[in-house]
């Protein structure tokens, strides 16, 4: 199984397309090459296909590059499934990990949410679905400042206080406030309750 995030910038005309669009190919590229493992297309939308492990990091990794952009925000669905053709561009491969994902964020679109799930349990997408709703009542709401701090610590999880403080060139203790403010230790605990339970497919 594979997991295929697909979303799309949600005020993509109110932004300096270059600004988010380098930043977002640059995170992508951590992950693999375009156009087999990730691709934007149509101005303002983005399909990226990687490990179902790493799925709510990189879907974390996504949204706070994005939230620490002014006015900006991205809606992504996350399918859970099969890769039954893998072409050399991802938008031409198939399967049910695919087919979750492109349906799933059309879904997302008319009832106003930026995150779901879709996998081929429907016992599995209620609970995590339940679950993202509640956490992205926070993802949301970032600040851009929030949003800087988680990225880094999604980015380098090796990373102290001390390192970060230097970095943003401020105190230690504005950095553990912001990490507090954004909940990051019950993100930390989110991420592997979402591995559990996607392993039980």
């Excluded at 949204?63 to 938008?91: C, H, P, W, Y």
């Amino acid at each position: 199984m594979i997991a295929v995030i697909t979303g799309d910038i949600i005020n993509s005309q109110h932004a300096d397309t270059e600004v988010w669009i380098t930043r977002l190919k640059n995170l992508l590229e951590n992950w693999g090459s375009a156009p087999h493992t990730w691709e934007i297309y149509r101005g303002d939308e983005f399909q990226f296909k990687c490990n179902i492990d790493d799925v709510f990091w990189h879907f974390l990794a996504i949204k706070s590059l994005i939230k620490s952009q002014e006015n900006l925000d991205v809606r992504m669905a996350i399918g859970i499934g099969e890769e039954s053709f893998s072409s050399e561009k991802i938008t031409e491969s198939n399967g049910t990990a695919y087919v979750n994902s492109g349906r799933l964020l059309n879904d997302l679109k008319s009832d106003g949410h930026t995150v779901a799930i879709k996998t081929s349990s429907d016992s599995v997408d209620r609970d995590l679905n339940i679950l993202l709703k509640w956490s992205s009542k926070d993802f949301d709401n970032w600040t851009m400042a929030t949003a800087e701090i988680i990225h880094e610590m999604i980015m380098n999880q090796d990373l102290t206080q001390e390192d970060l403080a230097r970095k943003f060139a401020i105190s230690q203790s504005s950095v553990s406030q912001r990490l507090k403010r954004a909940n990051y230790e019950l993100i930390v605990e989110t991420n592997q309750y979402f591995r559990k339970k996607i392993a039980e497919l």
